[in-house]
Structures are given as structure tokens and as C-alpha cells.
């Protein structure tokens, strides 16, 4: 079995900053790509950002790009996403969203985490 286990979430004043981080553990042979999603209360999920577990492939979302940056550890499985600029309209729950292939198996899967909560406001 796969876990993606977020966090870093919170509640930050509009400009601030946030880290989030996400930790893939278990049978995990090997990763292709890793990212975040994002839902915000009474919209639909949405794609943020994800990067290539080699090379240096990173996509953003247009909403995010030039605030957001995605980055990896590959020793420690963990994608991190640095959030500047953060507006109101950037609050939901983030998601980490993991394309990778178990041990004994001989296709990608995709895993999300369970979410964590980020709060924009005054």
C-alpha cells in the first residue's frame, strides 16, 4: 500500500507565505510524477502544480504561476509546494496528487493524500 501524507496547511494573511509538504511511503518501486490539486468550498477540484520525479518537468496552473513553487526530494519521496502572494482566493484544501508504481506491479497508479486546509484572510 501507498500513503500520501500532506501538511503545512493553515491560516495566513493575505501576502504571506506556506509551505506544504507531502510524504510518500510504502511499497513503492518508483515515482513519475508528483503535484498538487486544490478545492475550494463549493468549486470543483482543480490542478495547482506537478513535477517529473526526474528531469526537471514543472507545470503550473495559471492561477498560481510566479506565487507557487513546486519542488522535490526524491530521497525523502517528498514534494514540497512554496506558497508566496497568498490571496483569498487561495484558500481551500490542498491536495498531493502521486502518479507512481508499487512493487510488484507493472503499471502507474495514481494516490492522493488526504487533503490539509489552507486559509487565506484578515
Known amino acids: 500500500q501507498v500513503q500520501l501524507v500532506e501538511s503545512g496547511g493553515g491560516l495566513v494573511q493575505p501576502g504571506g507565505s506556506l509551505r506544504l509538504s507531502c510524504v510518500a511511503s510504502g511499497s513503492i518501486f518508483s515515482i513519475t510524477t508528483m503535484g498538487w490539486y486544490r478545492q475550494a468550498p463549493g468549486k470543483e477540484r482543480e490542478f495547482v502544480a506537478h513535477?517529473?520525479?526526474?528531469?526537471?518537468?514543472?507545470s503550473y496552473a495559471d492561477s498560481v504561476k510566479g506565487r507557487f513553487t513546486i519542488s522535490r526530494d526524491n530521497a525523502k519521496n517528498t514534494v514540497y509546494l512554496q506558497m508566496n502572494s497568498l490571496k483569498p482566493e487561495d484558500t481551500a484544501v490542498y491536495y498531493c496528487?502521486?502518479?507512481?508504481?508499487?512493487?510488484?506491479?507493472?503499471?502507474?497508479?495514481?494516490?492522493w493524500g488526504q487533503g490539509t486546509h489552507v486559509t487565506v484572510s484578515s
Open positions: 496528487n502521486g502518479v507512481l508504481r508499487v512493487r510488484g506491479r507493472y503499471i502507474d497508479n495514481v494516490y
Open positions: 513535477i517529473s520525479w526526474s528531469g526537471c518537468s514543472t
